[in-house]
């Protein structure tokens, strides 16, 4: 893997110097997210004719890949201090030439000066390891907006498949605090697989994953009782999450999130998307599983599942992030709005039937249940979720008090994990990392979801 260093000194050598004078260089092969696209194909005929006289270019690079912002000197100033936060790449002419691309970098802005290099020729991906989080997957209106995963392999029930359901053979990469993690714990014990795929839960506030850059994420605690629910990494040895990705892919340059579904045999990770993950513990492992018969995305109740999974996941799964994580006004508004609005549709949808999608628990229910419950303690308050809490529902709180009451689903409700994550991991929405002490709520009261049938 080559280093930063590595990198400069590549893109700074003599020799890679005389090869780019040589050759006509312009950057109608570069793509970056569609914008700079668009306005080079623009200037496509003013960037042929300068392409000869590329100017010497300062570069500046902080943490994400693939977004790369031009900017005129004289916001040059704003552009390195706003950028130094938010982690993108920004690349910083002198002279400004649309169509002048370079892309180098340092790790805190230390000026670097670069010169002749078009994207082209250094594809950004191949030479630059990226490190980045959600915090930074904002776009330049504010909003929001979620990146897809990437390990995307399928465990099977075929034992002939390149990763077959086999009893001791994969592991679960979690944090207690992570909705989309716990979605996939509460499978491993509602489908009695915790004999079969063993887990593990990193800690909850995020910290600095390498000394040699600024990532922060997710970490393993050193020792068994340094971090109560968390343990050491038991198969690599990994010291965080970024670690395993890293050990899965040398050119991994993506976020490192949990849940992992990791492959002990193959040692690498078989996939890091919850949505799939559930669906693999849902029915490929049903040789093995202690409740097999338990099905949770059901053949005639799949399309109305998908139906209720995708405004759920809209205004509700990742709403809440959208409203949280959202830095203007206008994003913010829309995303509370788009929550309100399926909170109130759920409300009036339990106020007639037991479960999301009828009288059956599915894939939904779990889905919705790991937003929820994360609501009135972390979401009302760290993102601004203020409008009505939870527990106003009245439908909605009990029916959250019902699933939590199946066998096996507390257990992957640690609100101490939860509530540090969020309060003590983005400090620029909580700048102190206070954990507020309320509400806490007793999901084990009576709940009055029996009067449906079931
Ligand atoms: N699409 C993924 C999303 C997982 C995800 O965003 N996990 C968060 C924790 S809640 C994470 O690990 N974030 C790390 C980061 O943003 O750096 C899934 O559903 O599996």
Redesign the pocket.
Known sequence: MLSLEDVVGALNSKELQRKNEQKEQTCESLVVRGRTEKRDQRNKNRSRSKSKNWKKIKCFYCHEEGHIRRLCPKRKREAKEKDTTNGDVAVVEEGYESGDVLVVATKNFDKQCVSFFTLSEFPLKQFVKMA??????VSDTGAFM?T??TFRNFISRDLNSQFPAESGRYHLYI?Y?????S??LAYLKIKGLEKAITFTSVKPI?ARTKESDE????IFPASDTEEPGAEPDPLIGAKS?RDLYEFASTNYSG?????VLWDKKLRTIVN??????IRMLNTEFNDIAENAAIDLYPPEMRDQIEETNEWVYLGINNGV?RCGFATKQGPYEEAARQLYEALDKCEEILGKQRYICGNRLTEADIRLFVTIIRFDEVYAVHFKCNKKLLREYPNLFNYLKDIYQIPGMSSTVNMQHIKR?YYGSHPSINRYGIIPLGPDINYSSPHDRERFPA
């Open positions: 980045r989080s959600a915090l930074h997957e979620r897809a995963s944090s605090a992570c909705p989309w993690a979605r996939c995020w990532h922060m994420g997710w999450i976020k490192y999130t949990v849940p890091n998307e919850s949505s799939e993950i992030y994550h």
